[in-house]
């Protein structure tokens, strides 16, 4: 029987519930790269990461992967609080190098409406890609505003706020090595 995982002390007092292990996140990326490099077998694919939580996924999962792969990066903001669900949404730092005729995967932390996705991959697809094909570790079907079709997917999530593997809440908790919920009066008191 595995032990439950250690919660760095600065979070303690914060965390709710520990909803996905270290030891499960791992066991979900291994297999994702293991499924990347049978798909993309003689591809070169590219991989795309959106900053900045997708760091963390995509570190672990470079280390899965046993065929040669690039990585690149975008950077987007949406223009204010008032518009964080609406779509709008600016380009901070692109990618780069060009992706025409390559082979694209976009990879995610987590896709929750959907929004910031379907910016990306318009974004994307005008720079005449080879294909085109998402994966996200956690996904929140309920909350989806845009359809999106997903190539991998780690672990559905109910609609809750979750934090840890380079998802954050304010800017803290990025650095946990689980994903879990935070206490509700730590949410209210932001
Ligand atoms: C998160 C996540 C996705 C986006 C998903 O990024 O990394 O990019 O939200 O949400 P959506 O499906 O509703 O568009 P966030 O905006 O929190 O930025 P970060 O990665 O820098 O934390």
Redesign the pocket.
Known sequence: MTSPPSIPSFAQADIARILITPDEIQAKIAAWGEAISRDYAGLSPVLVG?????VFVLADLLRHITIPVRLDFIAIS?YGPQTR?SGVVRLLKDLDHSIEGCHVLVV??????????SYVLRQLRQRRPASLAVGTLLNKPV?RLVDIPLRYVGFELPDEFVVGY???FRGRYRNLPFIATLRPEILLAA
């Open positions: 959106i900053l900045k939580g997708s949406s669900h995610e932390d987590i896709i929750d409406t959907g929004l910031t996705l909350r380079g998802l954050d």
